[in-house]
């Protein structure tokens, strides 16, 4: 499993989700938009499916993967 990660629009620093998912898992999600609550400006951002990437563990790197 992965951690998904958002991308602040204003600022183009990711953050964390708290949400724990996987490449496969979101290639099953349908295209959808969720309303995210961002800590670098503390307002909540309108974050499309697309937009976000999975960071997972892979031999020991970070690896980052846009979960779409
Ligand atoms: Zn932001």
């Not at 964390?16 to 490449?23: F, K, L």
């Given at each position: 499993?992965?951690?998904?990660?958002?991308?602040?629009?204003?600022?183009?620093?990711?953050?964390?989700?708290?949400?724990?998912?996987?490449?496969?898992s979101m290639a099953l999600t349908p295209?959808?938009?969720?309303?995210?609550?961002?800590?670098?400006?503390?307002?909540?951002?309108?974050?499309?499916?697309?937009?976000?990437?999975?960071?997972?563990m892979v031999d020991g790197l970070l690896?980052?993967?846009?979960?779409?």
């Amino acid at each position: 499993m992965g951690a998904l990660i958002a991308l602040c629009p204003d600022t183009g620093r990711p953050f964390e989700t708290g949400i724990e998912t996987d490449p496969a898992s979101m290639a099953l999600t349908p295209p959808c938009t969720a309303n995210i609550l961002c800590p670098h400006c503390r307002s909540i951002h309108p974050i499309a499916k697309r937009d976000f990437l999975v960071c997972e563990m892979v031999d020991g790197l970070l690896v980052y993967q846009r979960a779409a």
